[in-house]
């Protein structure tokens, strides 16, 4: 039995843990390592499953608990080259951490990640597929200014996948945020929308990976309803229903005992 657990989506944090058969990894830790032990310990895993931590990219909602928590645990680091440079200038890894680039995939136990490159504003970001011992697979990818055909690929052979439905349009260019912070949103090197995300989710369906639950939601220029309304309405479209043809939920912002078993 495979399961995602969520323990933190958004702008002020982000890690996964996804697992099955007593061993697991966790993707991304951009919560205190507090935070983090919190997140676990609600969600009954126990930390010394985790085989290693897998970070996406250097931005501080993904890595902020990362040096700490990996050093307290003995938790070995992989990211891309680029990543765990910038990661290294950044403070948020440092020698008392061990780490090593993942070129393409890596095989921890019963498990296999495979890295996947994201056009994202970052020295080299990418997501991950993640192949559990039961031989289920469940790819997280958020932090996108446009989707990829490599990607799409990935979340299409996959079991579940997260999503990302960052912002809807019209809220962020009426919003509070400087222009250039719109602007590199907006971008391709930015975050996927909520129209953008809809408008993937139906390939991603006739494909087999019915289990999805949309993620990296904004607080300030979205809504987890607007976010799920406005791909339920694609789908709608498209013959589609929820509950009969395919799941889709919003990732809470902090865990809240939601987990999903694929």
Known sequence: MAKVVPLFSGSKGNSYYIGSSGEGVLIDAGKSCKQLEGALSLNGIDISSIGAVFITHEHVDHCTGLR??????????????????????????????TFEVIENTVDL????VERCDTPHDARESCCYKVFTADGRSAVIATDMGVMTDEVRELLCSSDFSVVESNHDIRMLKLGDYPPIVKAR??????HLCNEACAEELAELIRSGN?????GHISEKNNTPLLALNTSLNALERYGMKRGLDFTLDVVPPETDGTSVVF
């Open 210 to 214: 019915i289990r999805i639950m949309l």
């Open 185 to 190: 949103i907006l971008s391709n090197r930015g």
């Open 109 to 112: 136990g019963g498990m296999r």
């Open 68 to 97: 700490v928590f990996a050093k307290k645990h003995n938790k070995k680091i992989y990211a891309s080259e680029g990543t765990i440079e910038a990661m290294a200038e950044k403070n948020y890894i440092s020698p008392e951490n």
